[in-house]
Structure formats: C-alpha cells, structure tokens
C-alpha cells in the first residue's frame, strides 16, 4: 500500500512548487537584508510567509493556529546570494491546497504537523548552505521559544538577529494588486456599516447591530474581523448585550474586514435624526484634522509632516484639548510600516523622518470621547501617490442616518 505522506516527506516533489514568478520586490528585499546584515532569514510569521509567497495562506488554519501541543509553523528559509535554494516548510495539510494555489519557492517539505516538527528541517537547511557562521535573521515575536532553544543548542556560531523591521520595509511599498485589494476592503467596509445604520432599529443591542455590519461584510466577499459600536453617550464600544439603541441616538462603528489578508479599517458615525449642535461641531472639528493631516502626503514629503499637520489643525480647534490623534501604516497587518508615531501604542517612529514613497498606505484616525458627546472619530486610509495622495472608502464621511 502506498505511504500516503510519502509526496510530503524531504527530498520529493511537492506538487504546487516552483511555479510562478517572485512575487515580492526582491531587490527591495536584498536592500532591506543588507542594511541589517543579513546573510539569510527564518520567517515564520504567517503575514510575512504569507507575503513572500504571494498570498498563500492554508485554510485549516486561517482562524487558529493551535494543533494539539503545538502550532501549525510555516516557515521559509531565503538565502540572500542563492534565492533558488528558497525553502518552505508546512504542514501535512498544505498537501492538498498547494496544487491549488501554487507558490514560486521550488524547495517543499510538509511532512510536519506542528512547528517543532521543523526544528530538524531548519537546522539541515542552514548547514547544507553553509551558515554555520552567519548572520541569520529571525522574526523573534514570531518565533516558539522551543524552536529558538533548539537553534541556539544545535548552531550556536550562528549570529542571531531580529529582523521583523527589515521584512516589515519591504512590505511597506504596496505593488497595484495590493493597492487594489486595499481600496476593494476599505470600500466594501464602508458599504457595509452604512447597511448597518439603515437597518439598525430601536432595542437592539450593541451585539445585534454588530452582527448586522459582520453579516453584510461577509456577504461583500470579507472576512470579518471585528466591529467596535459606540451607541448614545456611552464611550465603551464592545459589542454587548446591555446597550441598547433608541431613537435619537448617534453611534459610531469602527469595523475591519479583509479580503486575502489585507485589511480594511475604518470609522464611520451615524445619527437617528439631527445630531446636538456640540456633536456636529465636534465631527466638523475633527474633519478638519483628517483633511489636513492628507494636505502634506506626497512622494518624497517627511513622514513626520503628516503629524505636524495634524497637530497643527488640532490647535486651531474649538476643542482640540479633547482629541487623540495617530496615524500607522496599513496592509496585511492594522499597524505596520510606515510607523510614525510612538504613543499611545509604542512602537518605533524611525518612518517619521524617511520620505514618504508611492504605494504607501496609512491610517489617519482622529478621536473624542466626552460623556456629554459619546464617541465621535472618523478614521480614513490613504495611499501616497504620484501626484499626492488618495483616501480609500472615503464613502460616509459625515452623518449617516440611522433607521433608514
């Protein structure tokens, strides 16, 4: 009887390999490992496996990741100076999808089932290339603590370095398809949170209007990721049972959708009825900022204008005193390069003085949040293009109606 794992195993032909062009900037990717020395990297995020390959992503996996006592581990091994020697390994359940959506990497292995099943892969690649001695970079928040251990213990001449910024560089200019596909989700989340305030209705929950912004993103092609709904005067915007919404009330929905991984993400308000005057005045107000914060967007402008103009808006306001600003790139991950802020999330802001580059794509949000208001913010992504910029699913930018 024939091995059924015997197309998985090391050394055979994995049927779904070595098929299509590169489908990343390789030169940007060489530019990035130079930069950070790099002789080779060990990626092991599924965003960035994901990337490097061109959108393959295993389906028994795409909402968990856990499998007995381990994780399911993709994993690719790319040599700077020998791009062909390129190794992914995945798991027994890749077998089937590979033929489907083939990768361009030529070397296979998927005869593990969990992550440290690879360890003995890794540690076989890095030796038949012959960087016992190099620099290898490894994506350290990505990375189980046992595959870590190992690679210490069996290579321990090998120098180690985190290179989750390097991968992240490259991902930060978006090829037209990516562009596409991020325009596609911003506008399909816009569609389907001014579903959502139609059809919401007096007595529903804060979960049942959700519900309604997931049901119609996952009917426009999305996979829904989550939907925040602030209702009334209320500033907590989990989805819950005891919130209700009556007539008269505002709400905001701050929801993310993604088709193939990248995300749309953006925020929206709505009003049963004629806002109080404080409430428009502060969505106006608030306007102002996201329009300015665009005004400087452009190839070659210092990241940082972006803040600066904001904060510049955010001082000619009536009521600035009470409003959060940040803005981060957007893409296969909410917060990813080009990074400009440190607070309130605290991440490097090193992109605030890089020049801004075509087919950047970032989030700009602007917030209040006063119990005499409720919580107003809109939030917009914006690519940088040739001649300025562009907003994605700039749709609804004002008061939506609810319940009609």
């Not at 999305?222 to 209702?231: A, K, M, Q, S």
């Not at 107000?285 to 904060?311: C, L, S, T």
Request: net charge negative; aromatic share 8%.
């Amino acid at each position: 009887m024939a091995d059924p794992f015997s197309a998985a195993k090391a050394g055979a032909k994995i049927p779904g390999t070595g098929t299509g062009p590169i489908p990343f900037d390789q030169d940007r990717l060489h530019l990035a490992m130079d930069n950070a020395h790099l002789d080779a990297v060990l990626v092991t995020s599924k965003v960035n496996v994901r990337y490097l390959t061109g959108g393959y992503n295993c389906i028994f996996f795409e909402t968990m990741n856990e499998l007995g006592i381990g994780q399911y581990g993709p994993t690719i091994l790319y040599r700077k100076t020998h791009p062909e020697h390129t190794l992914f390994l995945g798991s027994y359940f890749d077998k089937e999808q590979l033929p489907n959506d083939p990768i361009w990497i030529p070397n296979a292995d998927i005869s593990s089932w969990v992550h440290y099943s690879t360890i003995p892969l890794i540690v076989d690649w890095i030796k038949k290339e012959k960087l016992e001695n190099a620099t290898i970079g490894l994506e350290y928040p990505f990375l189980a603590a046992d595959i870590y251990i190992a690679l210490q213990s069996e290579l321990p001449n090998v120098k180690w370095v985190d290179a989750v910024v390097p991968l992240e560089y490259v991902r930060a200019i978006k090829r037209p398809d990516e562009l596409a596909i991020l325009r596609s989700a911003s506008d399909k989340v816009v569609e389907a949170m001014l579903y959502g305030f139609r059809e919401t209705k007096p007595g529903m929950s804060s979960r049942d209007i959700e519900e309604l912004v997931a049901h119609e993103e996952r009917r426009l092609g999305l996979t829904f990721d989550y939907c925040l709904v602030g209702i009334g005067k209320d500033a907590n915007r989990t989805p819950r049972d005891n919130i209700k919404f009556e007539t008269g009330m505002i709400m905001d929905f701050d929801s993310g959708g993604n088709i193939n991984g990248y995300i749309g993400d953006v925020c929206r308000m709505g009003s049963s009825g004629e806002p109080e005057p404080l409430q428009k005045q502060l969505l106006e107000e608030i306007n102002h900022v996201q329009m300015a914060a665009r005004a400087p967007m452009k190839p070659g402008a210092r990241g940082g204008e972006i803040i600066d103009a904001a904060k510049k808006a955010i001082a000619e306001c009536e009521h600035g005193s009470w409003m959060g600003f940040i803005t981060h790139g957007m893409g296969l991950v909410s917060h990813e390069a080009p990074r400009l802020v440190t607070k309130p999330i605290p991440y490097p802001d090193e992109w605030a003085e890089r020049p801004l580059e075509v087919g950047m794509v970032v989030s700009i949000e602007t917030t209040t949040a006063k119990p005499e208001t409720g919580y107003i913010k809109l939030e917009d992504t914006v690519v940088v293009t040739e001649t300025g910029w562009e907003g994605f699913g700039d749709g609804g930018r004002g008061w939506n109606p609810i319940g009609s």
